[in-house]
């Protein structure tokens, strides 16, 4: 059974950093495209970026370039996406996603969710 | 980056209506889009890919059709467990962008 397990709910203060995690399970993960999606509160989905496990190749959303970070460890079968600084505008649901190879490399797959409050 | 815009925001529907949401891409998409549902407090769910195929699991009762810029997510007959907020995403070119969603209530 194909499983995406994130990490638990975080609360941060501004400036502060933070790395959250998906593993992946269930399925060869180097070989499927892993992409985060964030969802600020009582509002729709925004696509963040993705990245190919098996060589870390990435790709992001302008809106998010040079905010955050997506990585991954295949050793490990997990993904990340990591602040430098977090600001209160980064308190939002993240969710990660696998891209189906038989789904037409859309995101079949859907972790349940990490929460981010940043807060003073 | 392409603008998805959904129609409507939000509407109220019975139990047993047919009804349909309409997505449309600001520059052509070929077939590549999909349609998500979103529960509250829940990941959202692939219904539908290439704009029309059904992912695996889903009822029948929901189809996708369109290709271009214009898209529409059909719900043949409304059951409670359907009540949610869908998107449509495109996947045509990054960055990959939703729609802003639509609010499927009971009424």
């Known amino acids: 059974e194909v499983q995406l397990v994130q990490s638990g709910a975080e609360v941060k203060k501004p400036g502060e950093s933070l790395k959250i995690s998906c593993k992946g399970s269930g399925y060869r993960f180097t070989s499927y495209w892993i992409g985060w999606v964030r969802q600020m509160p009582g509002k729709g989905l925004e696509w963040m970026g993705i990245?190919?496990?098996?060589?870390?190749?990435?790709r992001y959303s302008p809106s998010f370039q040079g905010q955050v970070t997506i990585s991954a460890d295949k050793s490990i079968n997990t993904a990340y996406l990591q602040w430098s600084s977090l600001k209160a505008s980064d308190t939002a649901m993240y969710y990660c996603?696998?891209?189906?190879?038989?789904?037409?490399?859309?995101?079949?797959?859907w972790g349940q969710g990490t929460l981010v409050t940043v807060s003073s | 980056a392409i603008r998805m815009t959904q129609s409507p925001s939000s509407f109220s529907a019975s139990t047993g209506d047919r009804v349909t949401i309409t997505c449309r891409a600001s520059?052509?998409?070929?077939?590549?889009l999909a349609w998500y549902q979103q529960k509250p407090g829940k990941a959202p769910k692939l219904l539908i890919y290439?704009?029309?195929t059904l992912q695996s699991g889903v009822p029948s009762r929901f189809s996708g059709s369109g290709s271009g810029t214009d898209f529409t997510l059909t719900i043949s007959s409304l059951q409670s467990e359907d009540f949610a907020t869908y998107y449509c995403?495109?996947?045509?070119?990054?960055?990959?962008?939703f729609g802003q969603g639509t609010k499927l209530e009971i009424k």
């Open positions: 990245i190919y496990p098996g060589d870390s190749d990435t």
């Open positions: 290439a704009a029309s």
């Open positions: 520059q052509g998409i070929s077939s590549y």
């Open positions: 996603a696998r891209l189906g190879v038989n789904t037409a490399m859309v995101e079949d797959y």
């Open positions: 995403q495109q996947y045509y070119s990054y960055p990959r962008t």
